[in-house]
């Protein structure tokens, strides 16, 4: 049984334009590579390599990838901890009453709250039937990094962006997720003068670095905060 297909989706993540302005502040390579992982705030131990973290991080990046503020994201993403919901059956068990109302509303998500309730539950349920649950499928399923992007992509309402948010973290530990930096990323390294092409994309310094810039485009003092794939 092959995955979804792209083009059945009728939500895609909406975060590819580029709204930056204003100056940012001067930050050398070596702040940026002791940057915290957004994945490491959450207390996703990504290098364990479990189906357990693997999930963890899959829920995030769905929220993350909402049009909505990273910290609206994190807050929603400690609410389902909360309430035990880390397992796609557990989420699907939830319904999606119970992810609107107690799990969004407590989070602060509540702008997209039922469309990103019903994304989450439809990608949990295409998981358990295209992968049987398993991220890792996903993976060893890809024959290589674009395969594995298109897979991703496949899944209702994960454009490029949200794809890009759950691989980019998983560089070092996925032998096949290794997506392009985001143009926003680039340009960012431009304005700090780091030649990103001198370090490699699978290492733990070039994730981290990636998501030191990403923060800085936050910290723009005229600019609307959140978006994490912006």
Same mark, same amino acid.
């Given at each position: ?6 083009? &059945? /989706? ?43 973290? @693997? ?6 990046? !769905? @929220? ?14 400690? $609410?389902? $901890? ?10 699907? &068990? ?6 609107? &109302? ?18 989450? !539950? ?5 998981? /358990? ?5 398993? !991220? ?29 948010? #759950? @691989?980019?973290? !998983?560089? +070092?530990?996925?032998?096949? $997720?290794?997506?392009?930096? /985001? +143009? ?10 780091? &030649?990103?092409? $001198? #370090? ?31």
């Amino acid at each position: 049984m092959s995955a979804p297909n792209v083009t &059945d /989706l009728k939500m895609v993540d909406t975060q590819s334009e580029d709204r930056s302005v204003g100056p940012v502040d001067s930050v050398s390579v070596e702040t940026l590579k002791i940057t915290p992982l957004y994945s490491e705030e959450l207390g996703i131990a990504l290098r364990k390599g479990t189906e357990g973290e @693997l999930f963890k991080w899959f829920l995030a990046s !769905l @929220l993350f990838g909402g049009h909505i503020s990273e910290i609206i994201a994190a807050h929603t993403y400690h $609410a389902f $901890a909360a309430h035990k919901l880390l397992r796609p059956q557990r989420i699907l &068990d939830a319904g999606w009453s119970h992810l609107v &109302d107690p799990i969004m509303r407590e989070g602060g998500y509540v702008r997209y709250d039922g469309r990103k309730s019903t994304q989450i !539950l439809r990608d949990c349920e295409e998981l /358990l039937t295209f992968y049987g649950g398993s !991220l890792k499928q996903i993976h060893g399923r890809a024959e290589n990094a674009r395969d594995l992007e298109n897979r991703l992509q496949g899944f209702y309402g994960i454009g490029p962006i949200t794809a890009n948010i #759950f @691989l980019r973290e !998983l560089r +070092p530990y996925w032998r096949k $997720a290794d997506p392009d930096p /985001l +143009p926003i990323v680039r340009k960012l390294a431009k304005e700090h003068a780091i &030649d990103l092409d $001198a #370090f490699g994309r699978k290492t733990l310094s070039f994730v981290r670095i990636e998501a030191g810039l990403i923060r800085q485009r936050h910290r723009r003092p005229t600019e609307r905060q959140g978006d994490l794939g912006q």
